[in-house]
C-alpha cells in the first residue's frame, strides 16, 4: 500500500453537527420535520441529495429546482457561519499525529470528501499542508457511493487504486471504495458496516496497517 485518502466529515473533523445545526435551522422555518436520525442518513451524502432526504417530510406544494436551489444555499450560508467558528484545535492530537506519522512513513495522503467546503474548512482548521492532493465536491459529478470523488484523489496523487486506503466513517463511503477497487478502512459507523474491509476504533489504529 501507497497511500491512504481521508473523508473530511467524521474522519478528519466532525463537522456533521455543523450540518445538523444547519439543516435544522432551514428545516424549522419551513416545518420540515428533521431530527438526529435522519441527519445520520445525510453522512457523506451530497447537498442536494441531502436536501432531497429532508424534502421527503415536506407536506407543502412540489417544490422546482429553483427553490431547491435556494433551500441549499440557505442551508450552506448557515453552515458556513458555522465553520468560521472552527480553529486549529478542532483537529484532535491524535489525528495531527498520526497524519505526521504516516508522511514520516512516506505515504502519499489525499482527502476525497463530498463536501464544497473542504478547502475552506482544512483552512480553518490549519490542515492545507498535511495532504498531497485534495478531491472533493467541487471535482466531481457523481456523489458516494460512486468512487468517482476517491478515484480522482487517486488519480492526483499518481497512484493505482489498489495501492490505497480508503479512510470512512460513512456507509455510502465504504460502497463508494469498493466499487473503485481501494481497500476501505471503517471508523465510526463505518466500523460497524459488513462491507467494511478493516474496522478500526481510533484514527491512529491506522498506523498499525502501514
Ligand atoms: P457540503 P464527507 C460530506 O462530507 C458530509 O458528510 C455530508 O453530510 C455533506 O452533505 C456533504 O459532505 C456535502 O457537504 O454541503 O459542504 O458540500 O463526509 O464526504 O467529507
Ligand atoms: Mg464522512
Partial sequence: MKAFI??????IVFTDKFHYQAWKKMADR???????????????VSRMDSLEII?????????GQREKDLLAAEKNDNYRKLLETMTPD???TDVRNTL??????????AIGSSSKNTKFILERVGLMDAFDAISDGTNITKSKPDPEVFLK????IGESPKDCY????????????EAGGMTSVGIGDAA???????????????LSLS
Fill in 192 to 206: 460497524g458496516y459488513d462491507k467494511t474491509d478493516i474496522k478500526i476504533q481510533k484514527f491512529s489504529d491506522i
Fill in 6 to 11: 481521508f473523508d473530511l466529515d467524521g474522519v
Fill in 30 to 44: 419551513m416545518d420540515i420535520y428533521f431530527d438526529e436520525t435522519i441527519n445520520n442518513r445525510l453522512r457523506g
Fill in 166 to 177: 480508503v479512510v470512512e466513517d460513512a456507509y455510502s463511503g465504504i460502497d463508494a471504495a
Fill in 90 to 92: 478542532d483537529v484532535s
Fill in 100 to 109: 505526521k506519522e504516516l508522511r514520516h512513513r512516506g505515504y502519499k495522503l
Fill in 153 to 156: 484523489a487517486a488519480e492526483y
Fill in 55 to 63: 424534502l421527503e417530510n415536506y407536506k407543502g406544494h412540489k417544490l
